[in-house]
């Protein structure tokens, strides 16, 4: 079944994105052999194994028999699980009978979401155990983002420019017969305009709150994160992540208050509620933003 390919896929997922978030807090490279945080003893590849080694080596090392931390399996499976979603989401059961340029759209667009995955599942680790979200992380993100949305538009306008000039009657929609094709290029290149736009408008809203709290209520990290998910979700999922993230970050810090854990004015990391509303919002975005419309109509 596609999911059971997702989860496979996405458990290694999980096992990459832990190594990115501790490689990033800890300033290590991204290359280079994984090795035991306690004996410094280089991981042999059988020790690697995303979930089974851990269970077979009963949470310790091999090699100095230290307790790993149960973070690696947890992220693996959750991983795991948010991929395998996203292959039942998107690629549809007939994916093996399309066209190569349906698959190749359909591919592109699963392995896009399974960036912003791994990306999101990064930042809210770093940014939760301390307060920091990489550039490392967030900054290359970003490029491979923009590169990735300017690649699909030119693709999507040159299949419907083959599509046209192929067809008898197609090619009189080509210019200088008709704008018609120029009309549809644009409306193609929606997710990389909508995108750029909303990357802007995210990057100032953030830039403000920055100025306006002097930084003690955001900071550069969230500026350069809400700048990725304005450039991925565009509008106006975008502004549902923004709006989601608020909605839990009260949620969440109403509640630690009530529990005695902070106090009114008391600052929280703002990271993980925007990387967990971007991760809702690939899933239920539409629904939640129907939802929304729908309210707001009525009243």
Same mark, same amino acid.
């Given at each position: ?11 290694? @997922? ?15 490279? +991204?290359?280079?052999?994984?090795? !035991?945080?306690k ?11 995303p ?27 959750? %991983?795991?699980?948010?991929?395998? &979603? ?5 690629? $549809?059961?007939?994916?093996?009978? @399309? ?7 359909i591919?592109?667009s699963?392995l896009?979401? !399974?960036?912003?995955l ?13 307060? #920091?979200i990489?550039?490392?992380?967030? #900054? $290359? ?7 990735? =949305?300017?690649?699909?538009? %030119?693709?999507?306008? #040159? *299949?419907i ?26 409306? @193609?290149?929606?997710? *990389? +305009? ?8 995210? &990057? ?13 209520? %955001?900071?550069?990290?969230? =500026? ?18 923004? %709006?989601?993230?608020?909605?839990? &970050?009260?949620?969440? &810090? ?14 929280? $990391? +703002?990271g $993980? ?21 729908? @309210?707001?109509?009525t #009243?």
């Open positions: 079944m596609i999911w059971v390919s997702g989860l496979i896929i996405g458990i290694c @997922l999980g096992s990459l994105t832990k190594a990115l978030a501790d490689r990033s807090l800890t300033k290590r490279t +991204f290359w280079g052999r994984s090795y !035991c945080e004996c410094k003893k280089h991981l042999a590849w059988y020790d690697l194994f979930v089974l080694s851990y269970i077979f080596l009963k949470g310790k090392c091999r090699y100095c028999k230290s307790k790993l931390s149960f973070e690696y399996p947890l992220s693996e499976v959750l %991983m795991g699980l948010m991929v395998a &979603g996203i292959f039942y989401k998107y690629v $549809p059961l007939n994916f093996l009978e @399309l066209g190569w340029h349906d698959q190749t759209l591919v592109s699963v896009f979401y !399974c960036l912003i791994v990306v999101l599942a990064a930042v809210f680790i770093t940014d939760f155990k301390t307060g #920091y990489p550039d490392r992380i967030t #900054y $290359p993100s970003i490029w491979i983002s923009f590169v990735y =949305l300017l690649g699909i538009s %030119m693709f999507k306008v #040159y *299949l420019y083959e599509a046209l000039k192929d067809s008898p009657v197609g090619k009189y929609l080509l210019p200088p017969h008709s704008n018609y094709f120029y009309t549809h290029a644009i409306d @193609l290149s929606a997710p *990389l +305009f909508s995108g750029a736009l909303m990357a802007l408008v995210l &990057g100032v809203f953030f830039y403000l709150l920055i100025l306006i709290t002097r930084g003690k209520g %955001m900071g550069g990290g969230d =500026l350069k994160l809400g700048v990725f998910l304005g450039l991925v979700f565009g509008f106006p999922y975008a502004l549902v992540v923004l %709006m989601l993230s608020f909605l839990l &970050g009260s949620v969440f &810090g109403v509640g630690l208050i009530l529990a005695g854990k902070k106090k009114f004015g008391q600052t929280i $990391p +703002f $993980p509620f925007l990387s967990l509303a971007g991760i809702i919002s690939i899933f239920w975005g539409s629904q939640i933003l129907g939802w929304y419309l729908s @309210l707001t109509l #009243y």
